[in-house]
C-alpha cells in the first residue's frame, strides 16, 4: 500500500462521514466508476493520496473496490471536492439528477 499523505484520524474521520451521511452517494459512485452497476449496498473503507476504497455488496457479497482520484491529493479538503466531482460524474454517467450538495 503506498503511503498515505492522510493521518489514520482523517482516513476514519472521511470514512465515518460517508458512510454516516452519503451512503447514497457512494453507492452511485460506486455503481457508476467502481465498475459494479448492480451494487445494492456500498460503504467507504479507506482512502489514500491516490484513491478510495470501498466495500460494494452485489448480490448479497461484499467485494472490495477501489476507484483512483483524478489527481494524487495532499490536503483533507482537496478530498471533498474530488468526492463531490466523482457523484456528479456517476450521476452523470448513470443518468440521474444529482442531488444537492
Known amino acids: ?3 498515505s ?10 470514512t465515518a462521514h460517508m458512510n454516516g451521511d452519503h451512503p ?3 453507492l452511485v459512485i460506486c455503481r457508476a466508476l467502481g465498475g459494479h452497476p448492480e451494487a445494492t449496498a456500498a460503504r467507504m473503507t479507506g482512502l489514500d493520496g491516490d484513491g478510495g476504497d470501498y466495500a460494494v455488496t452485489v448480490e448479497g457479497v461484499e467485494r472490495a473496490v477501489r476507484i483512483p482520484w483524478s489527481h ?4 483533507r479538503a482537496q478530498i471533498r471536492a474530488e468526492v463531490v466531482r466523482m ?8 443518468g440521474v439528477t444529482p442531488r444537492g450538495h
Open 72 to 75: 494524487p491529493l495532499t490536503e
Open 5 to 14: 499523505p492522510f493521518s489514520d484520524e482523517v482516513v476514519t474521520a472521511v
Open 24 to 26: 447514497e452517494d457512494t
Open 1 to 3: 500500500m503506498p503511503s
Open 87 to 94: 457523484y456528479q460524474e456517476a450521476c452523470e454517467r448513470l
